[in-house]
C-alpha cells in the first residue's frame, strides 16, 4: 500500500517549521539591523577630476554637494550639470553596491536551506 502525505518525516514536520520560522525571524531581524545600518552610511563620488562631489546617504537622499570654483561657468551650465548628474549617480550606485554585498551576505546561507 502507498504512503500517505507528500513530508517525510510524518509528525517531525512541525518541529521542522518551527524551527524554520525561528531562522525566518532571526534573518528578519539581521535584515532590520542592516538596513539601519546602511541608512546611516554615507557614500562620495566626484566626477570631472573631482570638481564635483556628491554624497548620498543609504536613504537615497543627497547630503552634500561641493563644486570647485573653476567648474562654475556661466558659460557652460550644462557641463556643470552633467558632473552634478555623473557624481550623484556613481554615489547611489556605490551605495546600493553596499546594499547588495550586505544583503548577499545576509542571505547567501539560505542556498538549499528550504525544504521545498
Known amino acids: 500500500m502507498a504512503k500517505r502525505g507528500g513530508f517525510p518525516g510524518g509528525m517531525g514536520m512541525p518541529g521542522n517549521m518551527n524551527n524554520l520560522m525561528k531562522q525566518a525571524q532571526k534573518m528578519q531581524k539581521q535584515l532590520e539591523e542592516n538596513q539601519k545600518a546602511l541608512e546611516e552610511k554615507e557614500f562620495t563620488a566626484s566626477a570631472g577630476g573631482g570638481a564635483v562631489e556628491v554624497t548620498v546617504s543609504g536613504k537615497k537622499e543627497i547630503t552634500k554637494v561641493k563644486l570647485s570654483e573653476e567648474v562654475v561657468d556661466p558659460d557652460d551650465i550644462e557641463m556643470l ?31 538549499g536551506g528550504f525544504p521545498f
Request: aromatic residues 0%; negative net charge.
Open 81 to 111: 550639470e552633467d558632473l552634478i548628474m555623473a557624481a550623484t549617480n556613481e554615489a547611489l550606485r556605490k551605495m546600493e553596491e553596499e546594499n547588495a554585498a550586505v544583503m548577499s551576505k545576509l542571505t547567501g546561507g539560505l542556498g
